[in-house]
């Protein structure tokens, strides 16, 4: 127990230091996510790190074009909008359009909200419509946080609608830990196990599990 507690205590030290030294939120997307925690939803939100790192991701590859699923308040949204800059485009999906007022009024505010398109609906049915328009190929990436037992239907849609080279980026992937206790058989731990083995047996794409936040997975199509 005392070696337990010694390691819990370095790393927490040393969780504060990479904070200390790494942490580029900006002080609206701060604001942002504090609302969102202050109503008790924190968890419906990425971490700080791993927004700034999918942002850093998105700059890299220099895209202009990108899907989300599952917009909440616009934390993550906010992120991915500035990293793609001016004349950049994000296609929003969500299902409320109360929480998503929240996140219009944010990305107004930022000056990003010209860059984000928001269709309220069935996510699986905007997919499907941007397939059908002839979209195959035409996004640089893709971040899917949303229903977990559809994980897998988001997933194949996104692969078909990123370009070679694209990036797709899931949230949750680990589950609160969940995935690895095999006493948890609920509907959304075996969605996400699914989801990960899914991916593991893919040879469509370059994979890489991140233990950030609540896992983030990231999957280059090959």
């Avoid at 640089?140 to 990123?162: G, N, P, Q, T, W």
């Amino acid at each position: 127990m005392a070696d337990e507690a010694e390691s819990a205590a370095v790393d927490a030290r040393l969780r504060a230091y990479i904070d200390g030294i790494g942490d580029r939120e900006p002080a609206h997307l701060a604001a942002n996510r504090g609302v969102t925690a202050a109503s008790g939803a924190a968890q419906l939100q990425v971490s700080p790190r791993q927004g700034q790192l999918m942002a850093l991701l998105v700059a890299l590859a220099e895209a202009r074009r990108g899907i989300e699923l599952g917009v909440y308040a616009g934390y993550s949204t906010l992120w991915l909008a500035e990293a793609i800059g001016p004349g950049g485009r994000i296609l929003a999906c969500d299902r409320d359009p109360d929480i998503t007022a929240r996140a219009r009024a944010d990305w107004a505010a930022a000056g990003v909200a010209e860059r984000i398109e928001l269709r309220l609906g069935d996510a699986l049915a905007t997919l499907d419509a941007e397939v059908a328009a002839g979209m195959l190929g035409a996004y640089d990436f893709a971040f899917i946080d949303a229903d977990k037992s559809r994980y897998i239907d988001y997933y194949e849609r996104c692969l078909a609608l990123v370009r070679s080279g694209g990036l797709i980026m899931a949230d949750n992937t680990l589950w609160y830990t969940r995935v690895a206790d095999p006493a948890c058989d609920d509907r959304e731990t075996e969605a996400i196990r699914a989801f990960n083995r899914h991916l593991a047996d893919d040879e469509r794409i370059d994979l890489s599990v991140l233990v950030l936040g609540d896992g983030l997975t990231l999957a280059r199509k090959r």
